[in-house]
């Protein structure tokens, strides 16, 4: 079994979901970027440049690359030293992210190590599943708009995600599995997906 798990997918896949139930099915560590931006905004002692950074992305500009690896390394390194697992949730949005964290592995000595799983759903199921959330609870999220939701599949839904997949499948690390299906289902082909690696 692999000790890098990297989840990919559009908006409103579930990869979220996945990635909880992998950590703790198989006790890895959990390495999602929102979390490790918000783990550095309540870190009094962390790096005045890092919080610059961050402060920088809540006025609105985007988080830059340099920020997103120092602290996802950093974490990956710590919990691979250590003989654990990791699984990646919504790390990789872009190709330069792709190579960057690939040429870490290959540092790391683990690039042997990594597997790739797209968890696909259509862009048409994404409005589906937000447009159901929104009925159940309410907006809870600026992308909870429709509009907004329709600009960010142009910048991360499958047609944008596709030169990724062929990256990792060019590298013969990419399983693929349906995330239309019910819960349960995806995450037994999940199970499967991660177990044969």
Request: net charge negative; charged share 35%; glycine share 8%.
């Amino acid at each position: 079994m692999k000790k890098i798990i990297i989840l990919l997918g559009v908006p409103g896949s579930g990869k979220g979901t996945q990635a909880k139930k992998i950590a703790e099915r198989y006790h890895y560590a959990h390495i999602s970027t929102g979390d490790l931006l918000r783990t550095l905004e309540k870190d009094e002692a962390a790096d005045s440049g890092d919080r610059q950074k961050l402060a920088d992305m809540k006025a609105g500009k985007l988080v830059q690359d340099e920020l997103i690896y120092k602290l996802a390394f950093r974490e990956i390194e710590k919990n691979i030293s250590a003989g654990r697992g990791v699984v990646l949730d919504g790390a990789i949005r872009s190709m330069e992210q792709a190579r960057a964290y690939e040429d870490f592995f290959e540092e790391l000595g683990a690039a042997d190590q990594a597997l790739a799983i797209e968890i696909h759903i259509d862009d048409e199921t994404v409005m589906k599943r937000l447009q159901t959330r929104v009925e159940m609870f309410g907006k809870q999220r600026p992308d909870d708009d429709p509009a907004v939701m329709q600009e960010r599949l142009k910048q991360q839904g499958n047609a944008a995600f596709a030169p990724i997949l062929e990256y990792y499948e060019s590298l013969g690390v990419l399983q693929r599995v349906d995330g239309e299906p019910p819960i349960e289902e995806v995450e037994e082909s999940v199970r499967k997906a991660v177990e044969e690696s």
